[in-house]
Antibody, heavy 119, light 109 residues
Framework: EVQLVESGGGLIQPGGSLRLSCAAS????????MSWVRQAPGKGLEWVSV???????YYADSVKGRFTISRDNSKNTLYLQMNSLRAEDTAVYYC?????????????WGQGTMVTVSS | EIVLTQSPATLSLSPGERATLSCRAS??????LAWYQQKPGQAPRLLIY???NRATGIPARFSGSGSGTDFTLTISSLEPEDFAVYYC???????????FGPGTKVDIK
């Protein structure tokens, strides 16, 4: 069964750092494009970052220079390193990917992990 | 940067009625347009990809149409479980990034 399980969320002070993990099973993270998508409380979905199978990475302007997406092929896990966190980064963070022949949408999602940035 | 606009913001309908949701892109996205359904406390669920293709397991009452800048998600006859928030999403050709629309809430009239 294809599954994504996020972890690493929590309460962090402004300016702090946090690393989110997304453990994958049933497929290989390096063979697919994988993304992080976030949702602030009561708000809509916001795409955050993507890593493609070839290793290219891209970011939303709102996190560029502060967040880094990466993967560990040996652990079949996706990561999001978040630095210089701000209150507006408070959100549920989902990892997601497009399986099979999908190349422009996300059909598999994790359950999400909550990040709260507050003093 | 491509911006997606969804209308209406809220759609109040009764079970059995037809729902028509709109998504407009600030520039052409070809057919790289997807639709998602999200219920409270749940992750989004992919309904439609490439503007008109239903994802695996999605009922036939959901259909998508459009190309270029104007897209529509139609729910032919609303079931009780269809009351939710719906988002459109596009992928740009270059850079290959993604954008979501602000969402349309379909609630019970």
């Amino acid at each position: 069964e294809v599954q994504l399980v996020e972890s690493g969320g929590g309460l962090i002070q402004p300016g702090g750092s946090l690393r989110l993990s997304c453990a994958a099973s049933g497929f290989t993270v390096s063979s697919n494009y994988m993304s992080w998508v976030r949702q602030a409380p009561g708000k809509g979905l916001e795409w955050v970052s993507v890593i493609y199978s070839g290793g290219s990475t891209y970011y939303a302007d709102s996190v560029k220079g502060r967040f880094t997406i990466s993967r560990d092929n040996s652990k079949n896990t996706l990561y999001l390193q978040m630095n210089s966190l701000r209150a507006e980064d408070t959100a549920v963070y989902y990892c997601a990917f497009g399986s099979g022949t999908l190349d422009d949408a996300f059909d598999i999602w994790g359950q999400g992990t909550m990040v709260t940035v507050s003093s | 940067e491509i911006v997606l606009t969804q209308s209406p913001a809220t759609l109040s309908l009764s079970p059995g009625e037809r729902a028509t949701l709109s998504c407009r892109a600030s520039q052409s996205v070809s057919s790289y347009l997807a639709w998602y359904q999200q219920k409270p406390g749940q992750a989004p669920r992919l309904l439609i990809y490439d503007a008109s293709n239903r994802a695996t397991g999605i009922p036939a009452r959901f259909s998508g149409s459009g190309s270029g800048t104007d897209f529509t998600l139609t729910i032919s006859s609303l079931e009780p479980e269809d009351f939710a928030v719906y988002y459109c999403q596009q992928r740009s050709n270059w850079p290959p990034t993604f954008t979501f629309g602000p969402g349309t809430k379909v609630d019970i009239k």
